[in-house]
Nanobody, 126 residues
Framework: VQLQASGGGLVQAGGSLRLSCAAPGRTFVNGVMGWFRQAPGKEREFVGAIRRSDNKKLYANSVKGRFTIFRDNAANTMYLEMNNLKPEDTAVYYC????????????????????WGQGTQVTVSS
């Protein structure tokens, strides 16, 4: 499944952004869709994900309470609403999908996802 991420930009600390991840021309994927991010010089890390089978959402501790994932099945799109952004949230954000189920303990594992978007830059100034 080809994914298209968008919505990044420059925002001041405390501000908000909404990222979108579209799967044009495709039925919303079964399995799991998630967001990861990668800051310069760091490994790609899990941000959050949503599992289609039960709509379960999982978030990294660093974003819990500030970021929210939701989806629009009719539009084949997943969103990441980011509030109270901090400079440490600065990174390239990637959406990813896995066409198959995952147990909760594996949802944050980057190697479990088989489709990726191109990434969108989020920069938070202090």
């Amino acid at each position: 499944v080809q994914l298209q991420a968008s919505g990044g930009g420059l925002v001041q600390a405390g501000g908000s952004l909404r990222l979108s991840c579209a799967a044009p021309g495709r039925t919303f994927v079964n399995g799991v869709m998630g967001w990861f991010r990668q800051a310069p010089g760091k490994e790609r890390e899990f941000v959050g994900a949503i599992r289609r089978s039960d709509n379960k959402k999982l978030y990294a501790n660093s974003v819990k309470g500030r970021f929210t994932i939701f989806r629009d099945n009719a539009a084949n799109t997943m969103y990441l609403e980011m509030n109270n952004l901090k400079p440490e949230d600065t990174a390239v954000y990637y959406c990813a999908a896995r066409t198959g189920g995952l147990i909760v303990s594996a949802i944050g594992d980057v190697s479990q996802y088989n489709s990726w978007g191109q990434g969108t830059q989020v920069t938070v100034s202090s």
